[in-house]
């Protein structure tokens, strides 16, 4: 066996003829097994060839023999998702961790070894799901990935980490980008750009890039595609979707898991899984984008999903024509999170108004029982928890359980046929439902009630040869994630994703070397999505290195040629509560806005749809806009320059009320997170905008308030001065309002 092996620190490797590696750890006291002529791991250290150490089977037949063998408490650990885990850990926030009992500066820790969290949750709770959040740098996590298998390989059955990621290719608007080098990883505009593109082919060779980069991470699930439709334009996780239309986030969403689930030719070891493939956890069941008001279910004051428009059945269609009905050879998202959200009266079996992962109804009856879904279901983070912070992400979220305890929401969930709880490290409380399961229906139907979703779980491993080798060369790694190549698919499409709503004149593109005014940006301080506060700010909204190879900026408007301004689209906030007006004696919801200026609710409804002890209507309540500034600039601006054309540069992360300053720019166009090099080959004409809007853009507030949260394209749409309508589907590019394939695929019948 020694001319099969070769050594690479404490990794050894092992190469069957004609079938896979095995890589293995010569600190976990694995040892290799000869059989026929082949090599096999041997996982459990018993001497023999179990079905489950067998990569001649089927990962079905594997994984059942695992899951007989497994534990109770093993199981009950491979159902916890962890908590966010950083790589090296932070300090002092809501995701510290230690090495040795010290924050990692105090340690002379490396930044890829285990903290004494993750040993624990590892060795005692037998937790295999990682979610992990930022990462100092490829090689970093390559290595961090090998400590974790290595870890993992020495415990118990042998059973690896599946680690996974929420969404990681966001582009940095200000780093520039050179054809020829790489970056730490490829940059891609947010999901509602991808969506701009209307083009499923994109976002299917998106999915295959960022599978591979994942892989290459150490990374083997990914928590996405966000494919809830929309239909509420106050939502503040609007920019992780593909926009309001059903169709488009259909067809968006199967390309999206079918490039991150399929390996092809050498690299497919089962029915189109294999080594570059990625486990697709679709999300959120049955869709989470009605929230009452706008608002979400992150907090206790968005917790209701409502269907006012009766409109329950379209928001299932991008799961049940398109994650579950893929192209690709693995046939359907591997798994499923429905959202906190508990979508009201939907439940036409038990009538229970409970988070959706709560209810069996939606999991039992209709994912796996009318669509046929038998994929792994994973919760939402935290929803076992009780709720601690109403203002707070992190707080717990047990929406419609609140009065049981933490051990009877986990049963409640196993009943209703969840398979895993996310944000838990905690083993204990999935034991004491297992023990309510015994006492309730008996041993025999608990273990049998575990084991199915043990074999659920254990298949998203097998099948993508994880128990083979899961470890990674971290040289190697370094040299896949944000390649060259990865980089320049990821900027065409950033390019592609851009959408010109306005072009007065035809002002654009814009002359080489023209003289430019670009006013400052003012950031009044606030606070981040952690909680945290911000500073004030007043800087440049763009690098300036970047504009200067593309035009002359100046500093004086008077010398100018054209005034160019960044803004992003109106944010009042995501909850829509607020603590002032709770203390003052008010219920505390207040308007979630769209436009720039104060905003008075004038035409919301009289009475809320959902009552939780009090009404939670808010009309006649007034709110403001955290960046009003954007467009005091945008006005500032056209009166500096004197006639000479305005340009405005929108970030969108909604729709957003555009009539407060549309008249007063000669030419507009919207993104979806790009770099700055991007906008300027589009305002040059390097390269000619072809995106498209994946979600209309209102009149004004009062059509916002008069949609219906659960309907799409149910708005009245801004029209400029030009006379064009920016609904959905509308773009421009040098020739005008752009009329092709897509649009007529996918754009909306003038009504």
């Known amino acids: 066996m020694t001319n099969n092996t070769e050594t690479k620190n404490t990794i050894k490797y092992v190469h069957n003829p004609g079938g896979p590696t095995l890589g293995y750890s010569t600190s976990s006291g694995v040892r290799i097994l000869e059989r026929d002529g082949l090599f096999f791991k041997d996982l459990s250290r018993d001497g023999k060839l179990d079905k489950y150490e067998d990569w001649r089977l089927s990962p079905e037949e594997r994984a059942q023999d695992l899951a007989s063998k497994m534990s109770v408490e093993q199981i009950a650990g491979l159902m916890l998702y962890s908590r966010h885990q950083s790589i090296p850990a932070s300090s002092g926030d809501w995701f510290a961790g230690t090495y040795n009992g010290k924050p990692y500066e105090e340690s002379g820790a490396k930044p890829w070894e285990l903290t004494d969290e993750q040993k624990a949750f590892l060795a005692k709770d037998h937790l295999r799901h990682i979610l992990v959040t930022k990462v100092e740098s490829p090689e970093v996590a390559a290595r961090w990935n090998n400590e974790v298998q290595a870890f993992a390989e020495g415990e118990g059955l042998g059973i690896p980490a599946n680690n996974s990621s929420d969404p990681r290719h966001s582009s940095d608007a200000s780093s520039e980008f ?443 309540k007034t709110v403001r806009t955290h960046n009003e500034s954007d467009l005091d600039a945008v006005l500032d601006t056209k009166n500096k320059l004197q006639g000479k054309p305005v340009i405005v540069s929108m970030l969108l992360s909604n729709p957003a009320v555009v009539e407060e300053f549309e008249a007063e720019a000669d030419a507009i166009l919207a993104n979806f997170g790009v770099q700055d090099q991007a906008l300027m080959d589009i305002l040059s004409g390097a390269a000619e905008p072809s995106g498209l809007l994946p979600m209309q853009m209102p009149a004004n507030m009062r059509t916002v308030e008069e949609q219906l949260e659960d309907v799409a394209h149910d708005m009245e749409c801004h029209v400029d001065s030009e006379g064009h309508t920016y609904d959905f589907a509308f773009g421009m590019n040098w020739s005008g309002v752009i009329r092709d394939e897509r649009t007529a695929k996918y754009g909306k019948s003038p009504r």
């Open 178 to 620: 050179n054809a020829g080098s790489g970056g730490k990883i490829s940059m891609w505009p947010e999901t509602l750009g991808l969506a701009a593109t209307f083009d499923p082919s994109v976002v299917r060779r998106f999915g295959e890039i960022a599978a591979q980069e994942y892989r290459a991470l150490g990374l083997t699930t990914a928590l996405s595609p966000q494919i809830d439709i929309a239909t509420d334009p106050r939502w503040f996780r609007f920019n992780g979707t593909f926009g309001e239309d059903s169709k488009l986030t259909t067809d968006m969403g199967r390309a999206y898991v079918d490039g991150f689930q399929t390996s092809e030719g050498d690299r497919e070891l089962y029915d189109g899984w294999g080594y570059d493939s990625v486990n697709a956890m679709v999300k959120h069941w049955p869709g989470g984008g009605s929230g009452e008001g706008g608002r979400d279910a992150h907090f206790g004051c968005g917790k209701y999903a409502v269907y006012p428009g009766n409109n329950f059945e379209e928001h299932l269609k991008p799961f049940t024509e398109g994650a579950f009905k893929l192209e690709g050879k693995t046939g359907k998202a591997s798994a499923v999170m429905p959202y906190y959200t508990i979508s009201s009266n939907q439940d036409t079996k038990n009538g229970e108004n409970v988070g959706n992962s709560y209810s069996e109804y939606l999991i039992e009856d209709l994912l796996r029982g009318e669509y046929g879904y038998d994929g792994v279901v994973c919760t939402d983070w935290m929803i076992t928890a009780d709720e601690t912070n109403k203002y707070s992400f992190l707080s717990g979220k047990p929406w419609g359980v609140e009065g049981l305890t933490v051990a009877e929401r986990h049963y409640k969930l196993l009943m209703a046929g969840v398979d895993q709880f996310g944000g838990n490290n905690d083993v204990e409380p999935v034991l004491e439902a297992y023990r309510m399961g015994v006492a309730e229906h008996g041993e025999a139907f608990m273990r049998s009630r575990f084991e199915k979703s043990a074999v659920r779980l254990l298949l998203n491993m097998f099948r993508l040869g994880l128990f083979e080798n899961p470890y990674l060369e971290p040289e190697r790694s370094a040299g896949i994630v944000g390649n060259p190549a990865f980089m320049q698919a990821g900027y065409e499409t950033q390019l592609k994703s851009v959408v010109l709503l306005k072009n007065k004149g035809n002002v654009l593109p814009l002359a080489p070397k023209s003289k430019v005014y670009i006013p400052k940006r003012y950031t009044p301080a606030g606070t981040d999505w952690f909680g945290f506060p911000t500073p004030e700010k007043l800087e440049y909204p763009v690098n300036l290195d970047v504009v200067s190879r593309y035009f002359t900026v100046t500093y004086d408007p008077q010398e100018a040629d054209f005034g160019l301004v960044f803004i992003a689209g109106p944010s009042s906030g995501i909850t829509g509560y607020s603590t002032e007006d709770a203390d003052n004696g008010g219920n505390g919801y207040v308007p979630l806005s769209l436009q720039y200026r104060p905003y008075t609710a004038e035409h919301a409804r009289e009475k809320s749809l959902m009552f939780d002890a009090k009404d939670r209507s808010y009309k006649g």
